[in-house]
């Protein structure tokens, strides 16, 4: 069955940087897009960043980008996220997903294409 399992998070100053990985199975990955997604306490889920099956476009939130970057490996199944100068407002737990179209991976409402959610990772960034 389709799996996605998040890693990477932890709890970082303000300021610092950490890389997040999306591992996924149970599914042809190189063929669909990918996204991250993030939910902090009390709001809803919000898009981060999607990316196309052959890296060949990025997208993202106008408050993570020149911040973030998204990136993925199709021999290895894995996406990931790199996240530079972390601010405390980036603190929520982040999610991967598989999407029909990048760009609509953005839209407000976003289900997953294909399986769920994974668990997540908790990202905490301090002051």
């Known amino acids: 069955q389709v799996q996605l399992v998040e890693s990477g998070g932890g709890l970082v100053q303000a300021g610092g940087s950490l890389r997040l990985s999306c591992a996924a199975s149970g599914f042809a990955f190189s063929n669909y897009p990918m996204g991250w997604f993030r939910q902090a306490p009390g709001k809803e889920r919000e898009f981060v960043a999607a990316?196309?099956?052959?890296?060949?476009?990025?997208y993202y939130a106008p408050s993570v980008k020149d911040r973030f970057t998204i990136s993925r490996d199709n021999a290895k199944n894995t996406v990931y996220l790199q996240m530079n100068s972390l601010k405390p407002e980036d603190t929520a737990v982040y999610y991967c997903?598989?999407?029909?179209?990048?760009?609509?991976?953005?839209?407000?409402?976003?289900?997953?294409?294909?399986?769920?959610w994974g668990q997540g990772t908790q990202v905490t960034v301090s002051s």
């Open positions: 990316i196309t099956r052959n890296s060949g476009y990025t």
């Open positions: 997903a598989v999407g029909f179209n990048a760009q609509a991976m953005g839209v407000p409402g976003f289900k997953p294409y294909i399986g769920s």
